[in-house]
């Protein structure tokens, strides 16, 4: 089963895309890994938006979700922006990091998944592969 | 987010419901917090009891009023953590940073402490 959406860069829209893949995966997924991927999703969507698109509304962010019922959920955000380099980001845990502001947010996608792989997007931006093994839905 | 406030023995406790996210609840926390500080309450409790998701940006906003409350001579602590909330306080070690209580009483009682 496989679901696309684009959304133009803003915040408001994280929304849409989360709806998407609660309405898609809901009765396929365990409702613990499925809160724990929209998570991944939404802080996947505002990198894109805010560092990707630099917020610009008329740049837009493309959603792919990929269900394999069962097996595995797979989540794909492209930005058109001009490319992100995951190597430069510090540790948020380390003491000199414990108490800024930013710098959380793909340490806790990378803390919410099993497989996240960052390249260079089709559409001239960053691309983010989400990968979740699925357990059992619940009954 | 939904964000109320209320005054117990000179604290202000901050009842926030919903989600802290980008955009929207974090905006609305630190309008809260600012909101305190401007009325001189300086002893602030974070009640995240009905708190369904916190990102990265709200879980950011969480830790810059921790550190604006506390250059302002004051302190921030949080009350009544949700075990998802508690995961990702913990997944960061944030939670060693913050005063946690799962008592309101004992809460308010460690500001005089």
Request: with cysteine; charged share 30%; hydrophobic share 40%.
């Amino acid at each position: 089963m496989e679901a696309k959406i684009s959304i133009f860069s803003t915040y408001e829209n994280i929304e849409l895309a989360e709806k998407m893949l609660l309405e898609v995966a809901r009765s396929h997924v365990n409702d613990e890994d499925l809160y724990w991927a929209a998570m991944a999703l939404r802080e996947a969507l505002a990198n894109a938006i805010k560092h990707g698109n630099k917020l610009n509304p008329e740049k837009r962010v493309f959603v792919t979700i990929h269900l394999e019922e069962g097996q595995e959920l797979t989540m794909v955000v492209e930005d058109e922006g001009e490319g992100f380099d995951p190597g430069k980001l510090g540790d948020p845990r380390s003491p000199e990091n414990l108490l800024k502001e930013s710098g959380r947010g793909v340490f806790y996608i990378r803390h919410f998944m099993d497989e996240v792989s960052f390249s260079r997007s089709a559409h001239g931006g960053s691309r983010v592969e989400l990968k979740k093994q699925l357990a059992r839905r619940n009954k | 987010m939904k964000g109320s406030f209320r005054d117990v023995q000179g604290v202000r406790v901050l009842d926030l419901s919903g989600k802290i996210t980008i955009g929207v609840g974090d905006v609305e926390l630190r309008r809260l917090v600012e909101e305190a500080l401007a009325s001189g309450k300086t002893n602030i409790l974070v009640n995240l009891k009905d708190v369904t998701h916190i990102d990265s940006s709200g879980i950011g906003e969480l830790v810059a009023c921790y550190t604006t409350v506390k250059r302002r001579g004051g302190s921030m602590k949080l009350l009544n953590l949700p075990p998802k909330i508690n995961d990702i306080l913990q997944v960061t070690q944030l939670i060693t940073v913050f005063d946690v209580f799962a008592n309101e009483a004992e809460a308010i009682q460690s500001f005089t402490a």
